[in-house]
């Protein structure tokens, strides 16, 4: 028999957590947290339902009650992974080879914690066997570099999870790949983000009717070309492809984008051939100047438009030197209002007379394109969880041919 049990994420978005078990082995699926926290006493934070019950991998020394388990991560936004950084268990964490490219990346130039913890890549198709389960991850299409979707079999049922998902995004052919994969599985059990159905239709546009990310950059063309204000950037590291593509936006209409030193560094090293414009520092080592090209803030400040800037939120007293600027807010952190830091970015902005401009594309499908993955997927059971209002998807799917659920916390369901 195998069961399955959701731990968290059945009604936020993001923190989604489910656990697939047979007698003898175990596989988690995801690692995520919802909020960030000060506490840092694991068991507290269970009790807080901020991390999953789970106290054996968060404990030292524990004895494991399977003999093989492993944690899978379908990508890099921490609200699918920040709860590794709890874990005190050897168990295996597994990602695809673009995610630990990323993540090795990403800590070097210190721009994600380094993690103590048991990591490991798979490659795209090729099953990983834990014990009775056998799991395998496919390329998907999200605004994260790396992220896949998760087939799980137990060699007489089949369990799928799209991780978070797009349809209108440069990879779509990806999607498309996996849900016949998945289709053709005949999954006992699909589980479903519905990130766009925690808004009524047209309450929020980045979920209703998303840009493309071809439409960011065109944007970004045209205010390049038209506004002589400074524009400032803040886009999100893990999504690594729309990094390249500001930068070769940019430098297409010769006002390059001057990066902070992590990001210049994570780009370079993935894009070693690109023309990359770096923030004067003395933290740049021989390899960076060998590499990239430093501009001093006093050169963009006399002549700002002849230049963008790239600025994260924790250097954002640096845009105090300009009096006045655009800024472009492209899903970089604060990521939305539901974050304390984003009514203290709103406040900075006003001060100093910016103009603020969302620039992004959203990394979640629309409403339709949920119901359209789920027909196709056509599994028995879809369940829908990653959202606030999952019993929206579920009355907007009614009539689809699969059996529709909204699991419970810590439930068994058995196979």
Same mark, same amino acid.
């Given at each position: 028999?195998?069961?399955?049990r959701?731990?968290?994420?059945?009604?936020?978005?993001?923190?989604?957590?489910?656990?697939?078990?047979?007698?003898?082995?175990?596989?988690?699926?995801?690692?995520?947290?919802?909020?960030?926290s000060?506490?840092?006493?694991?068991?507290?934070?269970?009790?807080?339902?901020?991390l999953?019950?789970?106290?054996?991998?968060?404990?030292?020394?524990?004895?494991?009650?399977?003999?093989?388990?492993?944690?899978?991560?379908?990508?890099?936004?921490?609200?699918?992974?920040?709860?590794?950084a709890?874990?005190?268990?050897?168990?295996?964490?597994?990602?695809?080879?673009?995610?630990?490219?990323?993540?090795? *990346?990403?800590?070097?130039?210190? !721009?994600?914690?380094? @993690?103590?913890? #048991?990591?490991? $890549?798979?490659? +795209?198709? =090729? /099953?990983?066997?834990?014990?009775?389960?056998?799991?395998?991850?496919?390329?998907?299409?999200?605004?994260?570099?790396?992220?896949?979707?998760?087939?799980?079999?137990?060699?007489?049922?089949?369990?799928?999870?799209?991780?978070?998902?797009?349809?209108?995004?440069?990879?779509?052919?990806?999607?498309?790949?996996?849900?016949?994969?998945?289709?053709?599985?005949?999954?006992?059990?699909?589980?479903?983000?519905?990130?766009?159905?925690?808004?009524?239709?047209n309450?929020?546009?980045?979920?209703?009717?998303?840009?493309?990310?071809?439409?960011?950059?065109?944007?970004?063309?045209?205010?390049?070309?038209?506004?002589?204000?400074?524009?400032?950037? *803040?886009?999100?590291?893990?999504? !690594?492809?729309?990094? @390249?593509?500001? #930068?070769?936006t $940019?430098?297409? +209409?010769? =006002? /390059?984008?001057v990066?902070?030193?992590?990001?210049?560094r994570?780009?370079?090293?993935?894009?070693?051939?690109?023309?990359?414009?770096?923030?004067e520092?003395?933290?740049?080592?021989?390899?960076?100047?060998?590499?990239?090209?430093?501009?001093?803030?006093?050169t963009?400040?006399?002549?700002?438009?002849?230049?963008?800037?790239?600025n994260?939120?924790?250097?954002?007293?640096?845009?105090?030197?300009?009096?006045?600027?655009?800024?472009?807010?492209?899903?970089?952190?604060?990521?939305?209002?539901?974050?304390?830091?984003?009514?203290?970015?709103?406040?900075?902005?006003a001060?100093?007379?910016?103009?603020?401009?969302?620039?992004?594309?959203?990394?979640?499908?629309?409403?339709?394109?949920?119901?359209?993955?789920?027909? #196709?997927?056509? $599994?028995?059971?879809?369940?829908?969880?990653?959202?606030?209002?999952?019993?929206?998807?579920?009355?907007?799917?009614?009539?689809?041919?699969?059996h529709?659920?909204?699991?419970?916390?810590?439930?068994?369901?058995?196979?």
């Amino acid at each position: 028999m195998t069961t399955v049990r959701f731990l968290n994420g059945l009604s936020t978005i993001g923190g989604n957590i489910m656990e697939i078990a047979t007698e003898t082995s175990r596989v988690i699926m995801d690692f995520g947290m919802t909020e960030n926290s000060e506490e840092t006493d694991a068991e507290t934070l269970i009790a807080q339902h901020s991390l999953p019950a789970l106290s054996e991998l968060f404990q030292n020394n524990q004895k494991h009650v399977y003999q093989h388990e492993a944690i899978f991560i379908s990508h890099l936004h921490l609200d699918h992974t920040a709860a590794l950084a709890y874990l005190r268990s050897n168990i295996p964490v597994y990602i695809s080879h673009e995610s630990y490219r990323l993540y090795q *990346n990403l800590a070097g130039s210190g !721009l994600a914690m380094t @993690l103590g913890i #048991n990591l490991h $890549a798979f490659e +795209y198709e =090729r /099953p990983i066997q834990i014990g009775d389960l056998s799991v395998t991850g496919f390329a998907s299409d999200h605004d994260a570099f790396g992220a896949a979707a998760l087939l799980v079999s137990d060699g007489h049922h089949t369990f799928g999870h799209s991780g978070d998902v797009r349809l209108h995004g440069p990879h779509v052919e990806r999607v498309h790949h996996w849900i016949n994969a998945f289709r053709s599985a005949h999954l006992d059990l699909f589980m479903l983000e519905g990130t766009s159905f925690s808004f009524e239709p047209n309450q929020n546009l980045e979920f209703s009717d998303p840009v493309s990310e071809d439409d960011v950059q065109h944007t970004f063309g045209q205010l390049i070309q038209n506004d002589e204000r400074l524009l400032v950037i *803040n886009p999100y590291p893990r999504n !690594l492809e729309r990094l @390249l593509r500001f #930068n070769q936006t $940019a430098n297409a +209409y010769n =006002r /390059p984008v001057v990066w902070e030193l992590p990001y210049a560094r994570l780009l370079s090293s993935f894009y070693p051939e690109a023309l990359i414009h770096v923030q004067e520092t003395d933290r740049l080592n021989k390899q960076d100047f060998a590499t990239l090209i430093p501009v001093s803030m006093s050169t963009i400040q006399h002549e700002p438009d002849r230049f963008c800037l790239q600025n994260s939120y924790a250097n954002l007293q640096v845009l105090s030197r300009w009096p006045r600027f655009l800024y472009l807010h492209s899903n970089g952190e604060p990521l939305g209002d539901y974050d304390p830091r984003y009514r203290k970015l709103q406040e900075f902005l006003a001060q100093h007379h910016a103009e603020y401009q969302y620039l992004g594309s959203s990394g979640h499908a629309t409403q339709n394109a949920l119901i359209a993955i789920a027909k #196709n997927v056509n $599994a028995q059971t879809t369940g829908i969880w990653h959202s606030f209002h999952p019993e929206a998807a579920v009355a907007a799917m009614s009539e689809l041919d699969t059996h529709l659920f909204l699991p419970n916390y810590d439930e068994i369901y058995s196979f």
